[in-house]
């Protein structure tokens, strides 16, 4: 729980939402610096299971047990998960917390409050979120001024000493630029700090006192260290190009000063790979190439010269339309090349030479378009098959992955000669962009799509909310306020087109406790979910709720 990431209980209690509810703290007041990661709701007896660590559990006590034997189990396994806190809010459960349940979190070390009053658990969501989001924007603020300074440090004129020399001032620490294999490159020390500090010392004999020679390193690198890897282009052992290595001589380094040098090491990353800048403005010109053809500006008569010139003979088949569309936080910003190079290595290697593809990058709308030749139409499925696993590979070899973050969409058109292709590309892009969180799937039909892709053009008319908001408007109002939340049954059990025994076992439920929900779902919406009309309306407001704001 040591971790500078989010706020601490005290914090959290402090807030309004938990506020109102007359918070007690009844075990483990002396824990309440802990950090809320999260904040999580639930009311059954194995939530721990669900958790990571961190949070800060909101429950009624529907799921600690009748007995005290279960109750000690409940608290005990959510200390062992890491939990913040517990918070129980008193009412038809518990009019005060048993006696077992304040023994074994104070035994445990576990922060226990109750709640005198009632609280709706998604305000309190709402204001911790918010807390720890302001939070970590504020770091961000910081780590991006660096980053300013450093680009306008290279724009006028400056290098890999002076971005140093920036990220030392910032964190007051000397800072060190070495290959992937450990050989000093460069090294700078802060200008201002204590004239006694060790970082006021030359930084090369900072470099071999701390660091010492390779030998000595082979255990790690010293304890609080900085270590941020400057992307090479290359994958395997070339995927690393140099490494920031900032030292904690005379301060400690703080979780912003780790986004501080992360953003640095991506304009380093540049300077270091100025080779690189043909490769990627040869990408862009291809998806130029390809953007131009999809919107109409180039004529289907004139584009396979214009694809000639760079490098695509697809023969006499169908042309095959393939867009794949980044997440924003997927974005290269700045590696393009290394993400068109890493894509182009796969599609040679797991497509095939003797599949023609044109290959290009649209960093503005992070998007990747393609045409495949084919030899013909029957080739479709197993050629976009192969084109998705090897773009999805090319995102991984190119080191763009992030925890928690959407996986990368693609979507195929329909082959075609250059004239379809126009419009394939055209409605392939459209479609990569509605399908923005659907089900995660190797590759999307295009064709498949023309529902999402409708509701996506219907975003900002105001008759698309208000079509969602009769829907399933009473869901919602009731999801913000009570529990347990009854949008997400609907949703599997439209997945699952109405067969309860298939809900029920997604949603680990039993049938009784299904069919309880369904009916309130049926009353909130004054609607009958046999009824083969009011399934295709509800099932259309799930998928437009994506959209309407």
Known sequence: ??????????????????????????????????????????????????????????????????????????VRTLAERGIAALVVELGPRFDRLPATLV????????????????????????????????????????AEEVHRRCTEALLDGGGVPQVLRILADFAVNPVFLETAEGRLLYAAAPVAGPASAPAAADPL?????????????????????????????GHGSGAVRARLVLLPVSAPLLPVHRMAAERAAGILAVVLMQARQDEELAARGRGDFLTDLAEGRIRAEDAPAQAKVLGFRPGDGPLLP??????????????????????????????????????????????????????????????????????RAGVERAGLERPGARPPVVVVGVPGNWA?????????????????????????????????????????????????????????????????????????????AGRKAETARELHLNRQTLYNRLARIAELLGTDLDDPQTVLALSLALRARRHAP
């Open 1 to 74: 729980m040591e971790s500078q990431d989010g706020i601490t209980v005290q914090r959290a209690l402090e807030l309004p939402g938990l506020r109102a509810g007359l918070p007690e703290v009844v075990a483990g007041a002396d824990r309440l610096n802990r950090r809320v990661r999260w904040v999580h709701a639930g009311e059954v007896p194995n939530i721990a299971s669900l958790l990571k660590g961190g949070e800060l559990l909101l429950t009624t006590g529907l799921g600690l047990g009748t007995r005290p034997a279960e109750q000690r189990a409940f």
């Open 103 to 142: 023994e074994t979190a104070g035994a445990a070390g576990l922060p226990l409050v109750q709640l005198h009053r009632e609280v709706p658990f998604v305000t309190v969501t709402e204001e911790v979120h918010t807390e720890i989001v302001n939070g970590h924007y504020a770091l961000l603020r910081r």
């Open 205 to 233: 004999q900072i470099w071999e006192g701390l660091r010492g020679q390779r030998a000595a390193r082979a255990s790690g690198p010293p304890a609080g260290a900085v270590l941020v890897d400057v992307p090479g282009g």
């Open 322 to 391: 393939v867009v794949m569309r980044l997440a924003p936080e997927l974005s290269p910003s700045g590696t393009w090349a290394l993400l068109a190079r890493a894509v182009q290595d796969e599609l040679s290697s797991s497509v095939g030479g003797g599949v023609p593809v044109l290959l290009g990058v649209r960093p503005v709308e992070g998007r990747v378009p393609l045409l495949v030749g084919l030899r013909s139409d029957g080739e479709r499925t197993a050629v976009a098959d192969r084109v998705a696993a090897a773009l």
């Open 420 to 496: 379809a292709a126009s419009a394939g590309l055209r409605h392939a892009a459209e479609t990569a962009t509605a399908a923005q969180g659907l089900t995660d799937l190797p590759w999307y039909d295009a064709r498949r799509l023309d529902i999402d892709l409708l509701l996506w053009r219907l975003r900002d008319h105001p008759d698309l909310a208000a079509f969602v908001d009769r829907a399933i408007g009473p869901l919602r109002a009731h999801d913000r306020t009570a529990r347990p939340a009854l949008l997400p049954t609907l949703e599997v059990f439209l997945a699952h």
